[in-house]
């Protein structure tokens, strides 16, 4: 297996992000304060709260007993390789996935189906659904990951115990299985909101971030022991999992988080993210930036209220349309019914949003982002800005490159025995591998066609109001009608020139990798 780690350098200095958007949703200001006493260690159960029949099972009481990282109800499933793999493929646990590394673990493994209590950013309560995989052989004491899968949808049957997860939410599930043999406990916990009644806010930062917290708890009382976990999570589960470790030293201080795996990560620059960009041209794909931008707004609206973020103001009448359909819609299905529209189709104006990735807390647990060389739906230069932003702030950071498509990626890093896993075991006991924020130099990639403002953006250039921006290029990329095409391979020198007027106010240089095709 190939891996790619480079080492090239920037002629850049980076300049604070602004935004490139003319009109701002007021968002009000909700103070976050921990709300849970300590735990120094979980005692795991002797007894489960009775879980409610298969038609009560999704619903949640009110008001939610315990307190956050309680499980409220679970229950054993009776088909446990079917939980894991979902119907990919006609899996058993007698004929495991192809070409996903592992299989069901030899020792006593159990999985169960959960829903544990937890919070949003303004401390409300919020009940969020999980499956826990359990080897009962190594269960006393065992270490844990937390696994967070990408985004599936705004439907209730559209996460862990519905059946529309994406190929690479099944093969992360299957590959972690081969963890699970070397001694680890796995909950694969939904988004806030997802599997039980209400609107999810999944891609609100905090919200996600709690909700792994949480996950971690809820685990740990079935396995017992000091807290120390990995958390770990693939696309919008790769953007959430990067504030757990500054969020758990106010809301979940007593939790030890070893280590933070990104994979094929959603990147994030100023106040939007790369699932928000009106900019972005997604040759493969228009409809992901359609579907992906409505399901933020509903999101938003759900969180802060229908006043801060009124639909019917940044959406025009198609995208109210497609609103109001996207409510019981999984992924897929919001990408099919987005496919004939294009992002000025559905939005009014464009709107400035709070960053759906934001670090709020540095923290000092080793994060490693693994990036996808043929990755159609996450930008590598927005995985870059993230990977820039996390080394300011003082987290220390990794970068990995693996081929492979934005599913498949998954599998192809936590099977690497020489590479991922040694990483993987070095932070898992407490360590602090060497090249954490190593200079990298972005890539760019066929699959997107790479708008100025776009680029701007995504390497982090200040476009202040009424500015324009020019893009040059030499090597292997060009620029036609102001755009940026990368070539087959190699590497390409940017130089990206701002200006107000005829007056120049700022020119960067960069040095860009062309992924290999």
């Not at 976990?229 to 070893?258: D, N």
């Not at 229908?306 to 996207?326: C, D, E």
């Not at 020019?470 to 940017?494: N, Y």
Request: aromatic content about 8%; charged content about 15%; some cysteine.
């Amino acid at each position: 297996m190939r891996r790619f780690i480079t080492t090239l350098t920037l002629g850049l200095v980076f300049g604070l992000v602004v935004p490139l958007v003319a009109h701002a949703a007021v968002i009000p200001d909700v103070p976050v304060s921990p709300v849970r006493t300590p735990r120094a260690s979980v005692t795991p159960f002797t007894a489960l709260l009775p879980a409610p029949d298969e038609a009560a099972f999704f619903s949640p009481p009110s008001p939610l007993p315990g307190r956050p990282g309680d499980v409220i109800w679970a229950r054993l499933s009776t088909t446990p390789a079917l939980d894991v793999y979902g119907t990919f493929s006609g899996i058993t646990a007698e004929s495991p996935a192809p070409n996903i590394p592992g299989s069901w673990p030899s020792r006593k493994a159990e999985v169960w189906h959960v829903m544990y209590h937890t919070t949003n950013r303004a401390g409300e309560s919020r009940a969020a659904m999980a499956k826990i995989i359990v080897d009962r052989a190594r269960s006393a004491g065992s270490k844990l990951i937390v696994s967070m899968h990408g985004w599936t949808g705004l439907g209730d049957n559209c996460g862990v115990f519905g059946n529309t997860l994406l190929s690479g939410a099944l093969a992360q599930a299957a590959s972690l299985l081969t963890y699970v043999a070397d001694g680890y406990s796995v909950v694969i916990p939904d988004g806030p909101g997802v599997g039980v009644p209400g609107r999810t806010t999944t891609m609100i930062s905090a919200d996600g971030t709690r909700a792994i917290l949480d996950a971690a708890y809820a685990g740990l009382l079935f396995v017992g022991g000091t807290p120390e976990v990995m958390v770990h999570g693939h696309s919008l589960g790769g953007l959430m999992v990067y504030g757990v470790g500054g969020e758990a030293t106010t809301y979940a201080p007593e939790l030890r988080i070893r280590g933070i795996v990104a994979l094929a990560p959603a990147g994030m620059s100023g106040p939007g993210s790369a699932l928000f960009d009106p900019n972005r041209v997604n040759t493969s794909s228009s409809s992901i930036d359609v579907s992906n931008g409505i399901a933020h707004l509903m999101q938003l609206e759900a969180a802060y209220g229908s006043k801060a973020i009124p639909l019917a103001k940044y959406l025009t009448p198609r995208g109210m349309a497609l609103a109001k359909k996207f409510d019981t819609m999984c992924n897929s299905d919001m990408q099919s019914a987005s496919s004939l529209f294009k992002y000025r189709d559905v939005m009014k104006v464009d709107i400035s949003v709070p960053d759906p990735g934001s670090i709020s807390k540095a923290s000092a647990t080793p994060t490693v982002m693994v990036i996808s060389t043929e990755d159609a739906s996450v930008d590598p230069l927005y995985q870059y800005q993230t990977y820039v932003k996390m080394c300011a702030a003082g987290q220390p950071t990794y970068w990995m490159e693996y081929p492979g498509n934005h599913g498949s990626v998954t599998s192809n890093a936590l099977g690497d025995t020489t590479v991922f896993k040694p990483w993987w075991k070095s932070v898992a006991a407490g360590n602090q591998p060497a090249g954490a924020c190593a200079p990298v130099a972005p890539m760019v990639s066929r699959y997107f066609r790479y708008t100025a403002p776009y680029v701007a953006n995504a390497l982090g250039v200040a476009l202040p109001a009424k500015s324009t921006v020019a893009l040059a290029a030499t090597g292997s990329c060009r620029v036609v009608k102001g755009m940026l095409e990368p070539g087959m391979s190699g590497t390409c020198e940017l130089s990206v020139t701002v200006s107000l007027g005829k007056k120049q106010i700022s020119s960067s240089a960069f040095s860009l990798r062309v992924r290999e095709i």
